[in-house]
């Protein structure tokens, strides 16, 4: 009933930068929260970012003062705009979105994953 197509992953050297991006699309009435969490190997997924309908965003300690998230309610799109990249950024990152469904139904959805590598 609703997908998350998610892009802009990739690989980045240290202290680089990268952009990431979260379409939502389908039998959507509305989208309350919409963030980004991380799964690096062999760990579970972390919160990094997330931004409420109305609310206060909230980032993971690890990646305050260099993640902004940002999301355009007119599109139903999330963004993570992502600088000074470390090597323990790397992990596949997930687009979430929390969605009152046209049916009258709220459920959570995920994206695919998008691959985040930090190396020289």
């Known amino acids: 009933q609703v997908q998350l197509v998610e892009s802009g992953g990739g690989l980045v050297q240290p202290g680089g930068s990268l952009r990431l991006s979260c379409a939502a699309s389908g039998s959507i009435a509305r989208v309350n929260a919409m963030g980004w969490y991380r799964q690096a190997p062999g760990k579970q997924r972390d919160l990094v970012a997330i931004?409420?309908?109305?609310?206060?965003?909230k980032y993971a300690d690890s990646v305050k003062g260099r993640f902004t998230i940002s999301r355009d309610n007119a599109k139903n799109t999330v963004y993570l705009q992502m600088s000074s990249l470390k090597p323990e950024d790397t992990a596949v990152y997930y687009c979430?979105?929390?969605?009152?469904?046209?049916?009258?139904?709220?459920?959570?959805?995920w994206g695919q994953g998008t691959q985040v590598t930090v190396s020289s």
């Open positions: 979430y979105a929390a969605v009152l469904l046209q049916v009258g139904r709220f459920d959570d959805y």
């Open positions: 931004t409420p309908s109305g609310g206060v965003t």
